[in-house]
């Protein structure tokens, strides 16, 4: 006799036939597996679990990411995030919109115990396209060897296939350039944790990870070295820079950002700030908490500590957030950052996943959308999933727990989730 669904629980069917073939041996042959997928060792903390997404929970995060990201595209309001746009970074030549979007849900329960999506943050940026493509294929081999799990999973929206969405990404990346000519630009790729997803990129794409410091600017052009010496034209940059590194680590470039280099950016680096949490006070949705620009604010809101977290706008990866701020934490903030930092209602995650030990577990849902050049639209494509036991979904508040890190939201081709 089925057991009955756990009240509060993300799709209780598969998880109760999952948790029950679950064992270390399972766990320890996917990361082999997803490690050899990628062509690299995986140096992030991997989740014990995909996040089986009920089709109630999948509809309502597209219809409130699709409704967020229309107000993000309306021109007047882009008009107004330009202003987050630093000087020292505005790169000419910025597109009408940008080629990738991220939009960051927390699951939440709402008073009537239903499942619902709160947005965390945004970014017009990249994310780990490549990298959870393979984190699908490894969790789809390694589900089917459970007993009432083999199934044909799918992680991908909009109706794509695998197919169709390595051949979107592909021209989102590529443009109409030879991979030869398309660099994946960071900052010492083999050092960055993320270096599993340059590889894979290289599998699906073809293109190579390069740092920008081994470039080579000739007039307006940037070239690159290939491993036997010869220099190639980068016609095409997939920008994975994040600009606050390059500034904290003092690194000097061969190029500046505001030079008007004959290359194309996917996507253009002022998305990086425009679509980022400075645009949330601009935006009025039922899924967004509300925040304020400390510059904006005139009183500080009642509850401060236990109700809001204090943000930098452009930080990454939830670097400098602070969950229980106090009113002189706000004070410490000098006049002339206070336009770089937000003051927003904290959402509660729900607990909504239950572990193989009893445990329940907080997920948040990434939706990635892509849009191809000459495409006036984007596409939403493929998620990304994170799991946290504690006060936050970073590494650093998760040392001492099993079942969290990195992850993603599967369901079945037949859509029996509910």
């Not at 509809?59 to 229309?70: D, P, Q, Y």
């Not at 083999?190 to 894979?200: C, G, I, V």
């Not at 009025?284 to 510059?295: G, R, V, Y």
């Not at 770089?340 to 329940?360: F, N």
């Amino acid at each position: 006799m089925p057991l009955a669904p756990k009240k509060h629980a993300v799709d209780p069917l598969f998880r109760r036939l999952y948790n029950a073939g679950y064992s270390e041996a399972l766990y320890r042959g996917y990361l082999v597996d997803f490690s050899r997928r990628c062509g690299a060792p995986i140096d992030m903390q991997i989740a014990q679990t995909p996040v089986f997404l009920p089709a109630r929970l999948r509809a309502r995060a597209e219809t409130a990411g699709r409704e967020i990201l229309e107000q993000l595209s309306d021109p007047a309001r882009i008009e107004r995030m330009k202003a987050a746009v630093p000087a020292r970074w505005d790169t000419p030549g910025v597109t009408a919109l940008p080629s990738f979007c991220a939009i960051d849900f927390a699951i939440a329960v709402d008073e009537h115990g239903e499942l619902v999506p709160k947005l965390i943050e945004l970014q017009g940026f990249p994310t780990l396209i490549a990298y959870q493509t393979m984190q699908h294929d490894a969790w789809g081999a390694a589900l089917r060897t459970i007993d009432g799990l083999d199934l044909d999973w799918r992680s991908w929206f909009s109706g794509l296939t695998r197919s169709d969405f390595i051949d979107l990404a592909r021209t989102v990346i590529l443009g109409n350039h030879d991979p030869e000519h398309v660099i994946l630009m960071d900052l010492e790729p083999l050092a960055q944790k993320t270096y599993p997803d340059f590889s894979a990129s290289r599998r699906l794409f073809g293109i190579e990870a390069v740092c920008p410091t081994a470039l080579i600017r000739r007039g307006r052009r940037l070239y690159r070295k290939r491993e036997d010496g010869a220099e190639v034209r980068v016609e095409r940059i997939y920008n994975r820079v994040i600009a606050y590194e390059l500034e904290r680590k003092s690194i000097s470039l061969p190029f500046d950002f505001r030079d008007d280099l004959d290359v194309e950016w996917t996507p253009h680096p002022n998305w990086f700030w425009i679509w980022s949490k400075y645009s949330l006070p601009f935006l009025d949705h039922a899924a967004i908490p509300k925040a304020t620009l400390l510059s904006d604010l005139a009183d500080l809101p009642p509850g401060l500590t236990g109700n809001y977290v204090l943000k930098p706008l452009f930080s990454f990866a939830g670097a400098g957030v602070n969950v229980a701020p106090t009113a002189n934490d706000v004070a410490s903030i000098p006049a002339e950052r206070r336009d770089a930092w937000c003051v927003q209602e904290k959402i509660e995650y729900g607990p909504v996943l239950e572990a193989v030990d009893g445990g329940r577990v907080k997920v948040e849902l990434r939706l990635i959308y892509l849009r191809p050049d000459e495409r006036p639209a984007f596409t939403l494509a493929q998620n990304l999933c994170r799991l946290s036991r504690g006060a936050m979904m970073g590494v650093d508040h998760n040392k001492e727990h099993t079942w969290v890190g990195s992850s993603i939201g599967m369901w079945a081709a037949d859509d029996r989730s509910r």
